[in-house]
Every structure is written in structure tokens, then in C-alpha cells.
């Protein structure tokens, strides 16, 4: 799957503070990723991440700057 910076990723399970959306700040073998609901960053694996992503919304989708 081709993961780029700037992409927002809708999960499938839902973060703690009710948020499905995340973006995606460093790619790699691993992704840090900042969630959009309450902005907290995590790294996980890139195999993990692929397997529960729902959805994948491109930054030149989304206006081109990353955000929504």
C-alpha cells in the first residue's frame, strides 16, 4: 500500500477520544501517526497500521496541505 506523508487514515477502531482519523507524519518500516480527534502521536508498525486501515484519503485530495 503506498502510504504518504500528509494522508489521513480512517481506521477501523475507534481512538479513546471517539476519532477514527489519523495523519500521517513519517513513513517508513514503521508509522508515526497524529491523530486527528485529540492530536496524540504514536508509531506502529507498518504491517499493523496497513491491516486495520478502512479508509485512505489522499493530501492532494484533501486540499493538498494535509489537513481536512
Known sequence: MDIQIGDILKL???HPCGSREWEV???GADLRLKCLGCGHTLLIQRKK???NI???I???E?????EI
Open 49 to 51: 497500521a496497513e491491516k
Open 25 to 27: 507524519l513519517r513513513t
Open 12 to 14: 477501523k477502531k475507534e
Open 54 to 56: 478502512k479508509d485512505l
Open 62 to 66: 484533501s486540499g493538498g496541505n494535509g
Open 58 to 60: 489522499r493530501a492532494s
